[in-house]
């Protein structure tokens, strides 16, 4: 697994807070994995974070999911789930004490669904990404078939946007992506039909190209890593990306 920068551990505070919860209750690996690399986003599609026994409290009066004799839990359990993850759409990932195994909460859906975990636990390696890849070729009826890469959330991440204008003359995103590649040959190299990333270990980020709206350019890195941004910034400038006010 490739990661995006250097881990930011977890404070005394949080370890504490991890220790103290119900470690029963989690799913294989993911203690290790956040006491290993800290809280993050994986593969761009979910956010591993700190159990947050809060977060779903008012859920269980908002009347969001349907509720009957097939439902994993009840209306008023939702109080009592603890959220370990978000989905960038906003999908909960959540357990419950008295619930063995996992349980989604979608955003966009009127039930709240078990999360079997038996074929997962006959094939995987037994580590959490693996979970959450299970996870995701269940909900989504399809594997990521992008490079695994995890984005630790180290708190000094800075961002600068830029935009390719169309029009005649101008590169487009694809040639844009082929000739940084050439120019800057990247430690990981990922692209879907709606996004292209290009990752580099001297920013401790990397180059996203917004394939889907066909004009974003952004760049993510370290602050420790400002004077290699600027010079890709300049760089990109020069191959007619305007930057964003």
């Known amino acids: 697994m490739y990661i995006v920068s250097e881990p930011k551990g977890l404070s005394d505070c949080q370890q504490q807070r991890l220790a103290a919860g119900n470690g ?26 700190l159990p947050d026994p809060e977060v779903l ?14 439902s994993p839990i009840t209306e008023q359990q939702i109080g009592e789930c603890i959220a370990i993850g978000t989905t960038v759409d906003g999908d909960f990932l959540a357990v419950h004490p008295r619930h063995n195994g996992l349980l989604w909460l979608p955003r966009h859906a009127e039930r709240i669904e078990a999360v079997p975990l038996e074929l997962w636990e006959e094939k995987s390696d037994g580590t959490y990404t693996s979970l959450l890849d299970e996870v995701y070729r269940q909900r989504y009826g399809t594997r990521l078939e992008e490079c695994v890469y995890y984005e630790p959330w180290t708190g000094t991440r800075e961002h600068l946007f830029l935009r390719m204008p169309p029009g005649p003359g101008r590169l487009n995103l694809q040639e844009l992506a082929g000739l940084c590649q050439a120019e800057f040959p990247p430690d990981l190299f990922t692209a879907n039909p709606y996004a292209c990333f290009l ?15 066909r004009q974003e350019v952004a760049l993510f890195y370290e602050q420790e890593a400002e004077e290699v941004s600027a010079w890709m910034q300049e760089w990109l400038l020069s191959k007619g990306c305007e930057q964003i006010p």
Do not use: C, K
């Open 57 to 70: 409290q008012p859920f269980a009066e908002y009347e969001l999911w349907e509720h009957d004799e097939d």
């Open 199 to 213: 990752f580099y270990r001297q920013l401790g980020g990397y180059i996203r190209l917004n394939l889907a709206n």
């Open 24 to 49: 029963a209750v989690y799913p294989s690996g993911y203690v290790q994995f956040l006491q290993q690399y800290g809280e993050g986003t994986y593969r761009g599609w979910m956010n591993i974070q």
